[in-house]
């Protein structure tokens, strides 16, 4: 009961205004993205970047042999090879740190000590999160780009017919896979085909902004040249520009663009089916579990709950877990996982609203690589500190150091990247059904947000 209520006498002897003796825990952002990764060493005394091949199969021979050719040595046969594929693993060292003065400490209220080592945990995990995200949509050091790569569009109309254009984003257009398999720079000499608008051009160079002019997240604005002049119709602002190799990106309503999300453009079942169904064309393994991960924010999620072909799937089940919770629930071969990580992108100059985007993925879709020495080269210095080594990552508790003996300090630290592996060689000659994408392991559907098409009404 309230203090008033007490008898009046009591009341003086009722201490008041005292602050809590324990720290209160903040919000904090729900994760999911590093669960995507496939874990691998990275080896010590390599450098820091390691370099995998992929190896393709061989195209099956369906052509009978010639029996008048069935002479020498070689039976008629003409030897052939696989085809190969690389990419690179590039490692960084990231880390955050906390200084105590145990003095300090000693008469505060509370336990800042457990209170900042909670706090860096909670840091590490969010900033390998992100970190894993960032790699997944936009790309890996020295990689071919991420699963929003290779698709933007013009952003400023061409005055007449010229081999440049400028565009929204140029992540997925700088580096090609050269015959060899190895990633390389987009020139002359290793070209992209590229649709521009209704036309195909092949693309020679890229060039990044000076002031970067970008609407989508963490990307680059620039311009792309090409081998040939482009037509004004097709290098009008707002045309599409997609490279042959790009990643599958869904939209409502089959938009074109980003910018071409009208009002309504939700979320819906049949983008998640064409999404699922991209992914079994190319053969693309299950997560664990027997099922494809849908990584999205709530806003998005509540748009999808809004679509008719998902009601009329779940009409009648009203008391089911799906309905009643709207968290983690599996549907259609998916597994939709909220995330509070998501992309997210304010609307367009004079578009509908906030621009929101999932990822379905399949196993082997992101690899993150852990330095295998991570941990070991403390061993016998951190004379009276602390080393507490979970999940790759490293928490330090370094002794005081100082003149008094007062300042501790808590550290996290983690070595590693994260890189995208490609599948080029699981061409149409291995697998029929298969795209011409690099990345053929997630698919990105763009859509607006419930909550702001209800604003918008």
Known sequence: MAIANFPASLQPVIQQGFLSRAFQDALQSKLGFRSIADRMEFPARIGQTITDTRAGLLVPATTPLNPNANTNFDNGMSPTEWSVEQYTLSINQY??????????????????????????????????????????????????????????????????????????????????????????????????????GAGSYTLVGVAADAVNATTAPDGISGTLTFSGN???????????????????????????????????????????????????????PTMPGGVYHCYLDNNQLLGLFRDDDFKLLYRGQYGSDTYQTGQVFDLLGVRFIPTTEAPQQKALTGGPGNIH??????????????????????????????????????????????????????????????????????????????????LKRGVVIESLGATSQAAAA
Do not use: K
């Not at 880390?95 to 590490?124: C, K, P």
């Not at 507490?388 to 008094?404: G, I, K, Y």
């Open 95 to 196: 880390g955050n740190t906390m200084d105590l003065n145990q003095v300090t400490e000693g008469v505060g209220v509370a336990n800042q000590f457990l209170a900042n080592a909670s706090r860096l945990g909670i840091n590490a995990r969010q900033t390998l999160d992100r970190l894993a995200r960032n790699a997944l949509y936009g790309g890996a050091q020295n990689g071919v780009g991420g699963y929003l790569g290779g698709n933007t569009r013009v952003t400023a109309t061409l005055g007449a017919a010229g081999t440049t254009i400028s565009v929204d984003d140029i992540r997925g257009f700088q580096n090609v896979l050269s015959s060899e398999g190895q990633v390389v720079s987009v020139g002359a000499t290793d070209g992209m085909t590229v649709t521009v």
């Open 230 to 284: 482009v037509s004004v119709a097709d290098g009008t602002a707002g045309m599409a520009v997609v490279a042959a190799t790009a990643p599958l990106v869904l939209r409502p309503s089959g938009r074109a663009t980003t910018a071409a999300l009208a009002a309504g453009d939700l979320l819906t079942i049949q983008n998640v089916l064409g999404a699922v169904a991209a992914l079994r064309d190319n053969n693309v």
């Open 357 to 438: 985007r999932a990822i379905i993925c399949g196993q082997g879709a992101l690899i993150e690589g852990d330095y295998a020495n991570m941990g070991e080269h403390y061993a016998g210095l951190l004379d009276g500190g602390e080393l507490t080594h979970v999940d790759d990552v490293v928490m330090v508790t370094r002794p005081a150091l100082d003149r008094l003996a007062q300042i501790i300090a808590q550290s996290w630290a983690w070595i590693g990247g994260f890189a995208l592996p490609t599948d080029l060689t699981a061409n149409t000659s291995i697998i029929p059904t298969a795209t011409n994408s690099y």
